[in-house]
C-alpha cells in the first residue's frame, strides 16, 4: 500500500512511516501543501493522512485536490487542535474516511490504512 503523509512535524511523520514501513507500506511525507499536491500529481496514494493544520497551506485544498485528482483516495485526518471537533469534516470533504488525534498509537494509525484501503 502506497501512503502520502501530510504533516508539519517531520518527527511525526517519520514515526508514522517507519511504522507504515515495518508492516510492509510504502510512505512519503509532504511537509506542506505545495509538496503534498506536487506528489499527487505524479503519484496515486490509496491512503492520505493529512494533517487538519498545516502551516504552509491548506489541508482543504489537499483534500479537495486528492478528490478531484483521485476519487477513490481515502483522507484519515488528524489534529491536534480543535477544529472540526463536530465532524463536519466528513461534509466539508467527501473523500474523508476517519478523523483522529495526532497522538493516535502508530499501531492504530496503520490498522486504519489497512482497513480503509481495501475499499480504496
Not at 22 to 32: K, Q, T, V, W
Not at 38 to 58: A, C, K, N, T, W
Amino acid at each position: 500500500m502506497h501512503v502520502l503523509i501530510v504533516q508539519n512535524n517531520p518527527s511525526l511523520g517519520q514515526i508514522w512511516q517507519r511504522h507504515l514501513l515495518r508492516h510492509g507500506h510504502e510512505a512519503e511525507i509532504a511537509l506542506d501543501q505545495d509538496v503534498a499536491i506536487e506528489r499527487l500529481s505524479d503519484q496515486f496514494y490509496p491512503i492520505i493522512i493529512l494533517d487538519v493544520v498545516l502551516h504552509d497551506g491548506s489541508a482543504i485544498a489537499v483534500a479537495d485536490y486528492a478528490s478531484y485528482r483521485h476519487p477513490t483516495a481515502k483522507i484519515i485526518f488528524v489534529t491536534n487542535s480543535g477544529f472540526f471537533s463536530d465532524g463536519s469534516i466528513f461534509q466539508l470533504c467527501a473523500n474523508a474516511c476517519a478523523f483522529v488525534p495526532a497522538a493516535t498509537e502508530p499501531e492504530d494509525l496503520t490498522a486504519m490504512v489497512e482497513h480503509y484501503a481495501k475499499s480504496a
